[in-house]
């Protein structure tokens, strides 16, 4: 029996699949038309090409497997197009979760988000019991996989034996696209952030959330959400590791609330006429503001996983950015 892995070809997916692969697994992945594979170009997995928009394409994809990791998703924090956010996030995923559960596999891990637990503020260590308050901020990809983890747990009371896992802020090597998390860090060494808010994050490096992947489906209560997150810090924290580990000044303005929400709006003006994403979004700002910091101890002590200290992540992830001319060699 094999295992599929959807989204094979992206930051989490291929290093999903590159951990299977370790333990000896027959792994599947699934690409798009024109998906840039080269996370994946050099494993051994078998390449389909499919859509969770399209059930045929996920009916076939599935076929022969007992084990589901979907992490297809489409993320981003802006886009000229919204639509794509509810047709693939939520209806992408009922498409493939409910085709599992007709075809009997043996366990599914589906990848959320810390968005749907929401950003409730510096200093208070919320876990996945959290109510999210996502609404405000406008960002249609949190509400978007909070609207798809409804459904998910609608198809997992019907019998799919399924874990959620929800991933915070994912940094590491290999992200080809870049992420926005990938890009906020590659914006601070090229110096194009203009400057930071208060704000709080949890930050989690993306070969950790892969293994957290692997230990959710061994170990994972069946209806059960994993927190996959490590460091709890400032932004202000954060920009300043990523200047101090690539030799760069980071960025010193502290911008008031107003103004930058001002420029995300700007940012947003500018990306519609040159259609590249915005430098930060007016959704970003707004959540930014409103501070994420989570307690993780739940995937810690049920799954067993294990964090890497956040600098050497950051380390790691400069390194990869710069050897692959995505930021200036020093």
């Not at 997992?156 to 994912?170: E, K, Y």
């Not at 860090?185 to 949890?202: F, Q, S």
């Not at 209806?223 to 690539?246: A, D, T």
């Amino acid at each position: 029996m094999k295992t599929l892995v959807t989204g094979g070809s992206g930051f989490i997916g291929s290093t999903i699949a590159r951990k299977l692969l370790e333990k000896g697994i027959d792994v599947r992945v699934t690409i798009r038309e024109g998906s840039d594979t080269k996370n994946i170009d050099t494993l051994d997995v078998e390449k389909v090409y499919g859509d969770i928009r399209d059930t045929n394409s996920i009916r076939r994809a599935l076929k022969g497997c007992d084990t589901l990791y979907h992490v297809a998703a489409y993320f981003a924090h802006w886009s000229p197009n919204k639509k794509l956010f509810y047709d693939i996030n939520v209806n992408g995923t009922k498409n493939i979760l409910g085709e599992a559960l007709s075809q009997g596999l043996e366990k599914v891990v589906y990848t959320s988000t810390s968005n749907t637990i929401g950003s409730h503020g510096a200093g208070n260590f919320v876990t996945e019991d959290a109510r999210f308050n996502g609404w405000k901020t406008g960002d249609h990809y949190a509400i978007s996989k909070y609207l798809a983890e409804i459904e998910a747990k609608k198809i997992c009371d019907r019998g799919l034996p399924l874990v959620i896992v929800n991933p915070t802020l994912v940094i590491g090597v290999r992200d080809i696209k870049p992420t926005p998390s990938g890009a906020m860090i590659v914006d601070i060494v090229n110096k194009n952030m203009p400057g930071y808010i208060d704000g709080a994050i949890n930050v989690i490096d993306v070969e950790d959330v892969a293994q957290g992947h692997l230990l959710a489906a061994q170990k994972g209560r069946i209806g059960e959400r994993y927190l996959l997150g490590n460091e709890n810090i400032s932004v202000r924290h954060f920009f300043n590791l990523v200047g101090e580990i690539s030799g760069v000044k980071s960025p010193r303005l502290r911008l008031p609330y107003r103004v930058a929400l001002t420029l995300g709006y700007l940012f947003e003006l500018g990306a519609r006429i040159t259609k590249k994403p915005p430098v930060v979004s007016v959704s970003q700002v707004i959540i930014g503001n409103m501070g994420e910091h989570f307690n993780t101890s739940k995937a810690v002590n049920e799954l067993g996983v294990q964090l890497t200290p956040i600098k050497k992540t950051i380390e790691n992830t400069v390194r990869w950015f710069r050897e692959n001319g995505y930021i200036n060699k020093l």
